[in-house]
Nanobody, 129 residues
Framework: EVQLVESGGGSVQSGGSLRLSCAASRDSDGTWCMGWFRQAPGAEREGLAA???????MYSTSAKGRFTISRDNAKNELYLQMNSLRPEDTAMYYCAAVRKEVAVGCSIVKVTTNPFGYRGQGTQVTVSS
């Protein structure tokens, strides 16, 4: 069992920045694909970014250029640096993880939708205009 706990959300003005963190309860090194997704009220889940165990990163169109995903395997932590935030970025943000052996690789879709993956409780991000 893996426990994921997000932090770092909050309220910012348009154009501002936030850095989200996700602490994993056990070693996330080696074979774990990790990522971030968000969900706004009444909207579908939107995958944002994923990072492979070798550090390879993947971004959705809405995240590319503004968001940066990174991981610290020694600390078992995942991060999402978000810059140039817009009101439409307002949502609950979730951390996700899945073993590559289970997902057969790593991608934004695989880490955020695999039924055998893990997700945190989320952290709220609110961007005002």
């Amino acid at each position: 069992e893996v426990q994921l706990v997000e932090s770092g959300g909050g309220s910012v003005q348009s154009g501002g920045s936030l850095r989200l963190s996700c602490a994993a309860s056990r070693d996330s090194d080696g074979t774990w694909c990790m990522g971030w997704f968000r969900q706004a009220p009444g909207a579908e889940r939107e995958g944002l970014a994923a990072i492979d165990s070798d550090g390879t990163t993947m971004y959705s169109t809405s995240a590319k250029g503004r968001f940066t995903i990174s991981r610290d395997n020694a600390k078992n932590e995942l991060y999402l640096q978000m810059n140039s935030l817009r009101p439409e970025d307002t949502a609950m943000y979730y951390c996700a993880a899945v073993r590559k052996e289970v997902a057969v690789g790593c991608s934004i879709v695989k880490v955020t939708t695999n039924p055998f993956g893990y997700r945190g409780q989320g952290t709220q991000v609110t961007v005002s205009s």
